[in-house]
């Protein structure tokens, strides 16, 4: 397969795990030249520094944090939700930062984060049976026949959301956050409850003391820096699963080698569709952006041998970010035979923990949901796994969003089963909120600390 020659458009006719086919041809056909015509939204340059920030916490040097939505809707597409979003982001970043004492690379699940891939291609409800709901990007969540119907028109009016997302966060990190520069004005009332460990509460006042102390400082250096902090880097990714979508905004660029996905800065492959022979590994193989790829639990080190010889053949640093999604029952197992054969062969990757696509349950009001606990445990593990191999957990990737959702159960906050109707938004997987989002990150500012 990696012996045939790439073109843009060789991953047709190769093996799709997520085939999702757009009854009207011709109307797929215009949409998507229109979609390849239209102007890029990130650049090459953006994507080559990506690339070396990546390569610098493949090292060690840098830790990243990647969240967002499961799925980002085109409701969404509104300033409130995307700032909201955002700040949460850029607070847990703050707080990472002053744990592992190093840069974070910021990336949001966002400006594209679309098209979801589910596990039946159909839903059944009673005794009907419609396609399932792929995302915005494909068809709608209405179970109607008409909602459901993969309609290629959304693939322009994806592209718009996202480029309207897009310019909203790139001018909000312009400088549109001087606020979060006061921890004492974030929402921190979760640390007030009264199931709050004292050590614990005890531990959160102390970072947010150093950080206030440290932005402080930071302002009293005078303009330049003032200037510097107000201004933040924010990259963004998705799932590159709709291949029609992606595979229309792959350019050549003027005096750079190769072909770049101008749509997002970091594209990932997911747990269902990274067959080696597949068409998602076949298109972005051939891609110069860094790569994504999901890892499951029943991965072996050889599989991810295979990947890598084919998305990464020349080792190419910041070019793979592994992000592994074991379940915190299965981490410990799981995860050291993958950590032993990459680090026994040598290959340049970046490991990042997804601590919840392993760990989703169904509560028994059917709502599907994630533990606090659970969440924690899995980062644990890998933490424990990479210290032991002697490997580099270079980062993380949450669901999560700055809302008060009730969608995870736990935290301090103290979510419980009964709590989730009262606030139960995604669209599909459950996010952490806000509360949960932030206690997260001090405890693995904590963490890294220790
Ligand atoms: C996701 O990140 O939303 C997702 C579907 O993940 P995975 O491919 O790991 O299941
Ligand atoms: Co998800």
Redesign the pocket.
Known sequence: MSAEQWRPESFRGKPNAQDIRYPDEAALADARDRLSRLPPLVTSWEIDKLRGLLADAQLGKRFVLQGGD??ESFADCRPDRLVSQLKILLKMSLVLILGSKKPVVRIG?VAGQYA??RSSPTERRGDRELPSYFGDLYNKPEFEESARRPDPQLLLEGYRNAALTLNFIRSLSAGGFADLHHPEYWDLSFLSRAELPASLRADYARTLEQLGDALRFMEALGNASIGELSRVDFFTSH?GLNLEYESAQVRKVPHRDGHYLLNTHLPWI???TRALDGAHVELFRGLANPIGV?V?PKTRGEDLLQLLDVLDPKGVPGRMVL?T?MGHDKVQDALPPLLATIAREGRPVLWLC?P??GNTTTASSGHKTRSFTDILAELEGAFAAHAAAGTILGGVHF?LTGEDVTECIGGASGITEADLSRAYDTL??PRLNHAQALEMAFLLARRMRA
Do not use: F
């Open positions: 499961c799925a699940r979801k891939p799932e997911g747990e269902r999901k499951g992000i999604r997804d919840m696509h669901e599909c997987d």
